[in-house]
């Protein structure tokens, strides 16, 4: 149980900031992106769909900061009381679903599709060097059954927080814990494996060419530096969220994973 109000002012505060910073940054590669590259319909489509996710979530968590800090003078501490029950009902007791409650799970959603459509996007980029005669179908196949088994666990964390009508994000159920942490896990375990086979898959086309050569060096660079990124967040994510129950430090964290995934989309 949440036991001040700081605990949950405090990282989704402090999570807007970062998620500010970082959701600029997305627009910033979409709008150097979308000018330069002649990727395939598809794959701009999908860009476009990321760029659209992105903003959405950036957009939902901003109505909750607003909803929750901003306070009407005129109606003075009647309101502030009548804020302070709605986070107390949405964070530490049982409630009735609000729109408070669904503007989270909505954000939670649009998170596991953020994070499973950047997977499979590394997904394909893994089967374009496979086709080239380097790498394994099976280890492909694993990839997109661990980023499916993620996706998966995000839906169950969304339809847990509709189902029982719980203050899941502090006084959680068990099935939110188990889907909250099988989505993080897998989704930890899918990046990792998508890096460690990219730069084995790249290190296989190696050749005699130097140039050739330093460009797939540059390339696995960037693949190491994304994967530890990604695979951080959700594993501090996924630890914050288990070792500190009493607090919501890991929500900092969740806001952001959002758009790191997009960031690295585009990147690649």
């Known amino acids: 149980m949440v036991e001040h109000e700081q605990t949950i002012f ?7 900031v970062l998620s500010i910073f970082l959701g600029g940054m997305t627009v910033v590669q979409a709008h150097i992106y979308f000018p330069a590259k ?11 769909l990321m760029l659209l996710f992105d903003i959405a979530s950036s957009a939902l968590i901003a109505y909750s900061i607003y909803y929750y800090l901003n306070l009407d003078r005129s109606s003075g501490s009647k309101l502030l009381r ?14 009735q679903p609000s729109s408070s409650s669904s503007q989270f799970s909505a954000e939670c959603l649009i998170s596991a599709l ?3 459509i950047s997977q499979l996007y590394f997904v394909h980029q893994l089967v374009i060097v496979r086709r080239a ?28 927080m509709y189902v029982w009508n719980e203050a899941v994000l502090a006084h959680r159920n ?27 898959f790249l290190t296989d086309q190696k050749g005699g060419i130097e140039r050739t050569n330093s460009l797939l060096s540059q390339v696995m660079l960037f693949v190491i530096q994304r994967g530890i990124l990604v695979t951080l967040i959700q594993v501090l994510v996924l630890v914050t969220f288990l070792a500190a129950p009493n607090n919501l430090a890991w929500l900092a964290l969740h806001m952001n994973v959002t758009r790191l995934y997009a960031n690295t989309f585009f990147a690649m």
């Open 174 to 200: 068990k099935a939110f814990t188990i889907f909250f942490a099988l989505a993080k896990g897998f989704s930890a375990i899918t990046d990792i494996l998508a890096t460690v086979a990219m730069c084995l």
């Open 38 to 48: 002649k990727d395939r319909s598809v794959i701009r489509w999908t860009a476009a």
């Open 133 to 160: 005669g380097k790498g394994s179908w099976v280890i492909i196949s694993l990839i997109t059954i661990f980023a499916t088994l993620a996706v998966m666990g995000g839906i169950g964390c969304v339809s847990s």
């Open 10 to 16: 405090a990282p989704m505060f402090w999570g807007f």
């Open 82 to 95: 009548r804020k302070l029950a709605v986070l107390h009902s949405l964070f530490i007791q049982e409630s």
């Open 114 to 116: 953020i994070t499973y």
